[in-house]
């Protein structure tokens, strides 16, 4: 069984920085940060497989960098340059499982990202 509890979330003024942790507990494949602001659909965030490969979504290239501690089993997101629209709940995810995708069929409870202009 697969156990995800993020942390780190919080209030920052844009341009800042925040960095959320994920940590996990069970055997991980794959791992993703996603989010979901009000009235939004939820979004992948940024990603990161077994092999250490990452990948970002275009909104946050640049800005975002995910980062795994294979020893702590522990998932890292450090946002930088932070702008109001990063405002959302963010929510870690992950398998243990590979089907030509992540099928992310576990997930956190979510750590709240506000970005104040």
């Known amino acids: 069984q697969v156990q995800l509890l993020e942390s780190g979330g919080g209030s920052v003024q844009a341009g800042g920085s925040l960095r959320l942790s994920c940590a996990a507990s069970?055997?991980?494949?794959?791992m993703g940060w996603f989010r979901q602001a009000p009235g939004k659909e939820r979004e992948g965030v940024a990603h990161i497989d077994i092999k250490g490969t990452a990948t970002y979504a275009d909104s946050v290239k640049g800005r975002f960098t995910i980062s795994k501690d294979y020893a702590k089993n522990t998932l890292f997101l450090q946002m930088n340059a932070l702008e109001s629209e990063d405002s959302a709940m963010y929510y870690c995810?992950?398998?243990?499982?590979?089907?030509?995708?992540?099928?992310?069929?576990?997930w956190g409870q979510g750590t709240q990202v506000t970005v104040s202009s």
């Open positions: 995810a992950a398998d243990y499982r590979w089907v030509g995708h992540c099928p992310y069929g576990f």
């Open positions: 069970g055997h991980i494949y794959c």
